[in-house]
């Protein structure tokens, strides 16, 4: 999780109690990475089957093996039939677990039950499981020259692997995709073993990358390559300068493609260890990757910026602190956050007063358009350089509103035929402003759409909706737009941490980071999460009387506000904790 920068440690807090006073600043205390990465250079080496072992002693001792990754596998398929150990495909699904394994002879098979945590698939995509989570599978157990075997288990069964085994062997990495509409990468977090040496990474992520994107992407993202374009046989090398060769085969890989293929494909390599170059060639032939000027890329992370392609940031230099009807600008990223001084302070828009019947106020990051709802969630409100407008008949059960980078003001709802999400365009006088809405053919009548935030890179958003039976559903949706890059489909979400049972507020912290707060089964209350987009839910502590949460950006780094019901706005403190920083009924993060 990442910490406000500027904030106090608690130790310097408890050293400094008696000082009679607290300091200005103080140095980044950050806390645990995003996403965790392996224990490099530590491998298991499994016993194989012992002689005159009964059938649950062998799969046990299979199980266990699974988490040897030497040679294929090479241990844990001694404990199968030869048919069985030459069809296996291990990495088909991981099944990460909690706990110990329960194992029980039932008449010619091993039935082994586990508490389930999550689950890799083929593609590598992590889905966590709601808590007590179970599952028993079935092992039928054959004699090979008088020695039991695993014979035959389910068409699905892949790896079972321990948490702490997972987090030892399992690397987060993210591959790349370019936008369809804007020269932005958007971001997808899987899964690889991190054991592998030489070019077993860079294969794997490679592999990935070229692979069609995922459903939820599907038309809010370019392929990596032409349909038919794979990598060939030989993986990805990586030799003593550090440079991966990527060797494609198939036809329709034109000269005008290279630097849409080339990008996406070494931004995502650049992860691996010890590469510092890509290159591309297809059937042994070097491929000259050409930037803007004709002249041939030098295959290092600087040519990605050379072809004009960058990650999706966004940075918030200051917020909007509301305090009633008025608005103040303010350093989110201060502990105290005390007023605004920092880069064009003089020169920021002059803020309105926003009566307190508009409430889940938004901003673009001009802060020249600023949004909200009434009360009753029928009413949008739009101040636009300084004129104010109230816009009816939209829609009911108004969502918060939320701007994208494009110049679109996003907001959801119900109509009269159920629910709708809507767009602005923000360039248009208010007078002449018009919602038009975007097609969610997944939505279904019964759906509420209870919040929708807009994604750093225009191409992706998050939605929570409420389903008939009460729980709430947070998910991911791939933004489509038209040739003009105009919304005009959101795709079926992917769900984004399904242990929630109950989304109250969310937002983006950065491309691959969302912060949540909301409740699990267990939950009494509501608890603030961070949400790596692909990765383990992990809680932070609660605040009493908690509504709201606000993802702070700040280029790589983010950090958390909660605002509370009892009138405080709430700071993080070190790595757990919070602070309480000023009175206020809200903190609004300009975005777009």
Same mark, same amino acid.
């Given at each position: 999780?990442?910490?406000?920068?500027?904030? !106090?440690?608690?130790?310097?807090? /408890?050293? $400094?109690?008696?000082? #009679? &006073?607290?300091?200005?600043? =103080?140095?980044?205390?950050? +806390?645990?990475?995003?996403?965790?990465?392996?224990?490099?250079?530590?491998?298991?080496?499994?016993?194989?089957?012992?002689?005159?072992?009964?059938?649950?002693?062998?799969?046990?001792?299979?199980?266990?093996?699974?988490?040897?990754?030497?040679?294929?596998?090479?241990?844990?398929?001694?404990?199968?039939?030869?048919?069985?150990?030459?069809?296996?495909?291990?990495?088909?699904?991981? !099944?990460?677990?909690?706990?110990? /394994?329960? $194992?029980?002879?039932? #008449? &010619?098979?091993?039935?082994? =039950?586990?508490?389930?945590? +999550?689950?890799?698939?083929?593609?590598?995509?992590?889905?966590?499981?709601?808590?007590?989570?179970?599952?028993?599978?079935?092992?039928?157990?054959?004699?090979?020259?008088?020695?039991?075997?695993?014979?035959?288990?389910?068409?699905?069964?892949?790896?079972?692997?321990?948490?702490?085994?997972?987090?030892?062997?399992?690397?987060?990495?993210?591959?790349?995709?370019?936008?369809?509409?804007?020269?932005?990468?958007?971001?997808?977090?899987?899964?690889?073993? #991190?054991?592998?040496?030489?070019?077993?990474?860079?294969?794997?992520?490679?592999?990935?990358?070229?692979?069609?994107?995922?459903?939820?992407?599907?038309?809010?993202?370019?392929?990596?390559?032409?349909?038919?374009?794979?990598?060939?046989?030989?993986?990805?090398?990586?030799?003593?300068?550090?440079?991966?060769?990527?060797?494609?085969?198939?036809?329709?890989?034109?000269?005008?493609?290279?630097?849409?293929?080339?990008?996406?494909?070494?931004?995502?390599?650049?992860?691996?260890?010890?590469?510092?170059?890509?290159?591309?060639?297809?059937?042994?032939?070097?491929?000259?990757?050409?930037?803007?000027?004709?002249?041939?890329?030098?295959?290092?992370?600087?040519?990605?910026?050379?072809?004009?392609?960058?990650?999706?940031?966004?940075?918030?230099?200051?917020?909007?602190?509301?305090?009633?009807?008025?608005?103040?600008?303010?350093?989110?990223?201060?502990?105290?956050?005390?007023?605004?001084?920092?880069?064009?302070?003089?020169?920021?828009?002059?803020?309105?007063?926003?009566?307190?019947?508009?409430?889940?106020?938004?901003?673009?990051?001009?802060?020249?358009?600023?949004?909200?709802?009434?009360?009753?969630?029928?009413?949008?409100?739009?101040?636009?350089?300084?004129?104010?407008?109230?816009?009816?008949?939209?829609?009911?059960?108004?969502?918060?509103?939320?701007?994208?980078?494009?110049?679109?003001?996003?907001?959801?709802?119900?109509?009269?035929?159920?629910?709708?999400?809507?767009?602005?365009?923000?360039?248009?006088?208010?007078?002449?402003?018009?919602?038009?809405?975007?097609?969610?053919?997944?939505?279904?009548?019964?759906?509420?759409?209870?919040?929708?935030?807009?994604?750093?890179?225009?191409?992706?958003?998050?939605?929570?909706?409420?389903?008939?039976?009460?729980?709430?559903?947070?998910?991911?949706?791939?933004?489509?737009?038209?040739?003009?890059?105009?919304?005009?489909?959101?795709?079926?979400?992917?769900?984004?941490?399904?242990?929630?049972?109950?989304?109250?507020?969310?937002?983006?912290?950065?491309?691959?980071?969302?912060?949540?707060?909301?409740?699990?089964?267990?939950?009494?209350?509501?608890?603030?999460?961070?949400?790596?987009?692909?990765?383990?839910?992990?809680?932070?502590?609660?605040?009493?009387?908690?509504?709201?949460?606000?993802?702070?950006?700040?280029?790589?780094?983010?950090?958390?506000?909660?605002?509370?019901?009892?009138?405080?706005?709430?700071?993080?403190?070190?790595?757990?904790?919070?602070?309480?920083?000023?009175?206020?009924?809200?903190?609004?993060?300009?975005?777009?």
């Amino acid at each position: 999780m990442r910490i406000l920068h500027r904030l !106090l440690l608690p130790l310097l807090l /408890l050293g $400094l109690a008696a000082c #009679g &006073g607290l300091p200005t600043s =103080s140095t980044v205390d950050r +806390g645990l990475p995003v996403l965790s990465q392996p224990q490099q250079g530590v491998q298991v080496l499994p016993s194989g089957p012992a002689a005159g072992a009964d059938p649950v002693e062998i799969v046990r001792g299979f199980l266990l093996a699974n988490a040897g990754f030497s040679d294929d596998h090479e241990v844990a398929r001694q404990f199968l039939t030869e048919d069985l150990a030459t069809q296996w495909s291990p990495t088909a699904q991981v !099944l990460v677990y909690d706990g110990p /394994l329960q $194992l029980e002879n039932v #008449g &010619g098979a091993v039935e082994a =039950s586990l508490e389930v945590q +999550g689950v890799v698939d083929e593609q590598g995509r992590l889905t966590e499981l709601r808590e007590g989570t179970s599952r028993t599978e079935r092992f039928t157990m054959t004699r090979v020259g008088g020695e039991w075997r695993v014979g035959a288990f389910p068409d699905d069964f892949g790896l079972w692997l321990s948490r702490a085994e997972f987090d030892r062997i399992y690397r987060a990495d993210t591959l790349h995709y370019l936008a369809r509409h804007r020269d932005v990468f958007v971001p997808d977090v899987r899964w690889f073993p #991190g054991y592998a040496q030489g070019s077993g990474i860079p294969t794997a992520l490679a592999r990935a990358q070229l692979r069609t994107p995922p459903d939820h992407l599907v038309g809010a993202v370019r392929p990596t390559a032409p349909e038919g374009v794979e990598l060939s046989s030989s993986g990805v090398p990586v030799d003593a300068s550090g440079t991966a060769t990527v060797d494609l085969s198939g036809a329709g890989l034109g000269q005008a493609e290279l630097g849409q293929v080339w990008a996406p494909l070494a931004q995502t390599l650049f992860q691996a260890p010890g590469v510092s170059q890509v290159q591309l060639q297809s059937g042994g032939r070097p491929l000259e990757v050409l930037g803007p000027d004709g002249g041939q890329i030098a295959g290092d992370a600087g040519s990605v910026n050379q072809l004009g392609y960058r990650t999706a940031e966004r940075t918030a230099r200051f917020g909007l602190l509301r305090e009633g009807a008025q608005l103040s600008y303010v350093d989110p990223f201060e502990y105290r956050l005390r007023d605004y001084e920092g880069p064009g302070a003089q020169e920021l828009t002059e803020l309105p007063d926003v009566p307190v019947a508009w409430t889940h106020l938004a901003a673009n990051s001009r802060v020249a358009d600023l949004a909200g709802v009434s009360a009753d969630r029928s009413l949008l409100w739009r101040w636009h350089d300084g004129e104010k407008r109230v816009m009816s008949g939209i829609g009911q059960q108004l969502t918060e509103p939320s701007y994208d980078q494009s110049g679109q003001l996003w907001v959801a709802g119900r109509a009269a035929r159920g629910p709708r999400v809507w767009t602005m365009d923000t360039s248009v006088p208010l007078q002449r402003a018009v919602a038009r809405p975007v097609t969610a053919e997944w939505l279904q009548r019964g759906t509420q759409i209870l919040q929708l935030q807009v994604g750093p890179d225009d191409h992706r958003a998050l939605v929570v909706t409420a389903e008939e039976d009460g729980r709430h559903v947070l998910g991911m949706s791939g933004i489509v737009r038209d040739r003009e890059g105009n919304p005009e489909a959101l795709t079926e979400p992917r769900p984004v941490a399904p242990t929630l049972t109950q989304v109250t507020s969310v937002d983006w912290a950065s491309p691959t980071t969302a912060v949540v707060l909301g409740r699990r089964a267990d939950d009494a209350s509501d608890v603030p999460f961070e949400v790596p987009l692909g990765g383990w839910l992990r809680p932070m502590s609660p605040v009493e009387e908690a509504h709201h949460v606000r993802g702070i950006p700040s280029g790589e780094d983010w950090a958390v506000v909660l605002i509370s019901d009892l009138g405080r706005i709430y700071t993080q403190e070190g790595a757990t904790g919070w602070y309480s920083a000023v009175n206020g009924d809200d903190v609004i993060v300009p975005g777009g």
